[in-house]
């Protein structure tokens, strides 16, 4: 099946797509069920079909580029062939950082931000995350440090609990909700965070012996102590 042309005689063609020719007895040409006159040309039956020639054209998928208010996604090289070696880049905006490409539909990204231009049109873009700020807040009783004061969201942040003398943490306080505390790690949502920690003075056990009898009691840190009395005095 190929493009051709079918001229008479007096060099005027008509472009048509050739499938089936059947040249039947007189004077005419069926081409793709359509009947064509031909001309006696010289005494003979001459059907005149010339083909034409067609350039072939390289074909060059398309890279779109997703639109982010957060970062600018670009690529080299500009125009790229099915087979070449498409490299990305990113660059975010402040108050973000990059977090990862995404490209559709799904092609593997090697370690060098590189991937292989398939013969289809692609769409590339990025994801880049808001760094938040860790603000501590009064705590009572006790010191925490967040292992960060700033982060971009899905990072892990881990707090550091340290109790004044004599006392243990009695709980730790994370806002907004969206970060939600697992033990003492969260992971930094899309919003500042704020943590807080809360220690209660530790609980001893005190046994007292007067004479052979003993007694016990329990005695929180910087709590007063009074003796029991002797009975024998």
Partial sequence: KAPFVESPVNGKGKSVELNTITVTEGKSIVIDGALFPYT???????????LA???????????????????????????PKAGDKVTL???ENEGYSFGKFTISPEIEIDEDNSFIMPD???TIGAVFNRIGTITVKD????????????????ETITLCVIPDEGMKLSGIT?????AVLTGKKFVMP???VTVSCTCEPREYTVTWDVNGEKTTEKVKF??????PEDPAI
Avoid: M
């Avoid at 006696?40 to 010339?50: A, D, L, M, Q, W």
């Avoid at 398309?62 to 670009?74: C, H, L, M, Y």
């Fill in 89 to 91: 880049y990113a660059l």
């Fill in 222 to 227: 910087g709590a007063a102590i009074t003796a």
């Fill in 174 to 178: 994370v806002s907004p909700e969206s």
């Fill in 120 to 122: 289809e049109a692609v």
């Fill in 40 to 50: 006696s040309h010289n005494g003979e039956n001459t059907v005149y079909i010339y």
């Fill in 53 to 79: 020639k067609t350039e072939k054209q390289d074909y060059t998928p398309s890279i779109d580029v997703e639109e982010n208010e957060r970062g600018t996604v670009t690529y080299s090289p500009k125009a």
């Fill in 139 to 154: 705590c009572v009783n006790g010191t925490i440090i967040p292992s960060k004061t700033s982060a971009p969201s899905g």
């Fill in 190 to 192: 899309e919003e500042d």
